[in-house]
T-cell receptor, first 114, second 113 residues
Framework: DVKVTQSSRYLVKRTGEKVFLECVQDMDHENMFWYRQDPGLGLRLIYFSYDVKMKEKGDIPEGYSVSREKKERFSLILESASTNQTSMYLC?????????????FGPGTRLTVT | AQSVSQHNHHVILSEAASLELGCNYSYGGTVNLFWYVQYPGQHLQLLLK??????LVKGIKGFEAEFIKSKFSFNLRKPSVQWSDTAEYFCAVKGGGSYIPTFGRGTSLIVHP
């Protein structure tokens, strides 16, 4: 079974803090994604990575950056957290070939910025 | 750019009722289609998927979906829902040549026992 784990289930940070959200997958998938999930807005893509050190901006990258130094690990960074970044953050992985490109999701990190 | 529309944002049913959740997409080329489900407190997981072949696909827990190419639709159905089907359901579309799916806004389903 594919397993995607996220470093925290719940996180509370103060405005202006630097926040690191980490995601690890154990299936050697090439592609990894960070989404934020807000009620009524569905999943919105923040960043996508298709290989180590490779990344692409998604639909809402402003205020976020990412790091992928190892294939299995994809980190989301909030350089200076703001209250409008309070949300549920979901990480996903996906094989780049040989499959149907379904995504495998982690349990999510619910971030509250006060 | 592709887009996905889920018509029902909130659906409330009694147990044993039939379910149909609408999903329409806009994309002119080859598509892969997915329904994901998120049960309360659990992670998002794949319910079913269409890749090619038979347009009627069956997923887990008695769910099925039909791909109607002429209508750009991929509606989710279940003949008789259970209380345990209470969850949020997301339709997603991936256009050919891209790894990145587009998700709909989700439908919250509540099933009363």
């Amino acid at each position: 079974d594919v397993k995607v784990t996220q470093s925290s289930r719940y996180l509370v940070k103060r405005t202006g803090e630097k926040v690191f959200l980490e995601c690890v997958q154990d299936m050697d998938h090439e592609n990894m994604f960070w989404y934020r999930q807000d009620p009524g807005l569905g999943l919105r893509l923040i960043y996508f990575s298709y290989d180590v050190k490779m990344k692409e901006k998604g639909d809402i990258p402003e205020g976020y950056s990412v790091s992928r130094e190892k294939k299995e690990r994809f980190s989301l960074i909030l350089e200076s957290a703001s209250t409008n970044q309070t949300s549920m953050y979901l990480c996903a992985s996906q094989p780049a070939s040989g499959g149907t490109y379904e995504q495998y999701f982690g349990p999510g990190t619910r971030l509250t910025v006060t | 750019a592709q887009s996905v529309s889920q018509h029902n944002h909130h659906v409330i049913l009694s147990e044993a009722a039939s379910l149909e959740l609408g999903c329409n997409y806009s994309y002119g080329g080859t598509v892969n289609l997915f329904w994901y489900v998120q049960y309360p407190g659990q992670h998002l997981q794949l319910l079913l998927k269409y890749f090619s072949g038979d347009p009627l696909v069956k997923g887990i827990k008695g769910f099925e979906a039909e791909f109607i190419k002429s209508k750009f639709s991929f509606n989710l159905r279940k003949p008789s829902v259970q209380w345990s089907d209470t969850a949020e359901y997301f339709c997603a579309v991936k256009g050919g040549g891209s790894y990145i799916p587009t998700f709909g806004r989700g439908t919250s389903l509540i099933v009363h026992p």
